[in-house]
């Protein structure tokens, strides 16, 4: 049976992950950082047969006991300060965690003198190409990160591609655009408006909060990406992969479908209250990916369209 190890199980990658890895017959274990997670109850009552071992991310010790312990031939780190806008109020924490996170989960791999028994996968992020040098992103596209997250993903990234080469280790990073769904938390502006319309159709609430209305994001499906993840991890060779759907909307536009889904018309903006608490000293303003090696490579392609994803996260909520 194959094992794998997967940090930052609880969050949405994790819930569509672990679903997948049980899918295909795998044994699953999870790093769990117990007293700050608040999504653990109900990831254990819908994995029950995950084992979740206690370890921190930021703690060399705890990575060595969960890898000996689980003893995966697959390690997924999908653990991180994932929110952008939270990464500028912790800086420092961000950097020691989504930066240099994978550094101890790799050099805790070498310790365990394991390099040859296991695959890693970093979860890179378009956030790294951040003022973005060419449009659509490829793996080659110079990065330009605008966030303290976006540098510390940068760091990460570069120190896998750095393993990889000097001790030949199978390290894949798979540099995802982003990614949506039922799983997302309420922080990241997708679920805030698909939650936000649906309380203003039932009258909970008045309009919805937010920063900015301009940015423009390849959405996909986070379902359709974890896909490319273990891809990556089933080829001979280890590399690294852009996962996006190569086409892009605004905030405004994603506003406007998920209004128009729960039968709300007329002018989106006028659902929404512009809170300069949610502007971010660095705006990213664009990202689009190109994902032609994913497809050609791994065989790899988005199956939820942008329509798709909106109606799926307005009746979900
Ligand atoms: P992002 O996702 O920063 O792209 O990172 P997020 O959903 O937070 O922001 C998308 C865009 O919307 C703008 N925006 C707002 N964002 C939030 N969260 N709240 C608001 O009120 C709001 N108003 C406008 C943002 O400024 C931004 O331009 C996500 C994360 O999942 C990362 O971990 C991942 O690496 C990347 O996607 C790919």
């Excluded at 969050?11 to 295909?24: A, I, M, N, S, V």
């Excluded at 996170?101 to 890179?124: C, M």
């Excluded at 506003?255 to 007329?266: R, T």
Aim: charged share 25%.
């Amino acid at each position: 049976m194959k094992k794998a190890l997967v940090t930052g199980i609880t969050g949405q990658d994790g819930f569509h992950l672990t679903e997948l890895l049980l899918g295909k017959g795998y044994k699953v274990c999870g790093l769990l950082n117990g007293q700050r997670n608040s999504r653990v109850i109900e990831f254990a009552e819908k994995f029950p047969q995950v084992e979740l071992i206690q370890g921190d991310l930021t703690d060399f010790s705890s990575l060595i006991r969960a890898i000996d312990v689980s003893s995966p031939s697959e390690l997924y780190n999908l653990g991180a300060i994932s929110f952008v806008g939270l990464s500028f109020q912790q800086p420092e924490l961000t950097a020691d965690v989504t930066g240099l996170g994978p550094l101890r989960l790799l050099e805790a791999i070498r310790t365990l003198g394991a390099e040859k028994d296991i695959r890693f996968y970093q979860a890179s992020s378009s956030e790294m190409f951040g003022k973005v040098q060419e449009i659509p992103q490829n793996e080659k596209t110079r990065f330009y990160p605008r966030s303290p997250y976006g540098v510390a993903k940068v760091y990460a990234h570069q120190i896998c591609v750095n393993y990889r080469e000097s001790y030949d280790m199978h390290v894949s990073c798979g540099i995802l655009f982003n990614h949506e769904g039922e799983n997302r938390g309420e922080e990241f502006v997708t679920r805030k408006i698909s939650k936000g319309v649906v309380d203003i159709a039932k009258g909970r609430l008045d309009k919805i909060k937010l920063g900015t209305l301009e940015p423009k994001r390849d959405w996909g499906y986070a379902g359709d990406y974890v896909e490319a993840m273990w891809l990556m991890l089933q080829q001979n060779d280890p590399d690294d992969y852009v996962i996006a759907t190569g086409k892009h909307h605004s905030v405004r536009d994603f506003l406007a479908l998920a209004l128009k889904i729960v039968g709300l018309d007329g002018d989106p903006e006028s659902y929404v209250t512009i809170d300069k608490n949610f502007i971010r000293p660095a705006e990213v303003d664009l990202l689009v990916g190109d994902f032609s090696k994913a497809k050609n490579v791994l065989g790899w392609e988005p199956k939820t369209s942008f329509e798709e994803l909106v109606q799926k996260m307005v009746e979900f909520d």
